[in-house]
């Protein structure tokens, strides 16, 4: 199978709506903590509440907010590449080159073998993963 880079198009409004919902969230929640604990009893049943609902939405907050930048760096593109391992038959050369559609293990390659001249065939074709990435999140 050829990597193929998928371009994906999300238009900027969408990312302002996102953002936009998760400031709207975070704020609520900062709220409702603020109002739960400005009576200072923690006690009360409703203060409790209030509490406990404003560290959810920040929890909530915070984990769309991850999801959001780590589906923005998984849109760029391929996360496998596929690779074809060429051998010679008389002397074991070998040499890795990218996959090219239409290739099948055993298959005869239109090169000869640059060490001795022979003939080449396709032993395996395999995936690749990614590189690391460092994340900052």
Known sequence: MPAKKE????????????IALI???????VLMIWYGLKKGNVEDT??????????????IAVK???????????????????????KCVK???????????????GKKWDKPCPACGAPMIIESIY??????RRSLV
Do not use: H, Q
């Not at 371009?7 to 996102?18: A, C, D, L, R």
């Not at 769309?64 to 060429?86: E, F, N, Q």
């Open 64 to 86: 769309t907010s991850m999801d959001l930048v780590k589906a923005i760096r998984g849109i760029k593109g391929p996360k496998w590449r596929y690779m074809t391992l060429v």
């Open 91 to 105: 002397c074991n050369f070998k040499s890795e080159r990218e996959f090219r559609e239409g290739e099948y293990v």
């Open 46 to 59: 409703n203060s409790l509440f209030k509490v406990i609902a404003g560290v959810m939405g920040i929890g």
């Open 7 to 18: 371009e994906v198009k999300i238009s900027v409004g969408w990312y302002f709506i996102w």
């Open 23 to 29: 400031g709207m969230l975070t704020l609520f929640s």
């Open 127 to 132: 995936a690749k993963p990614p590189e690391e």
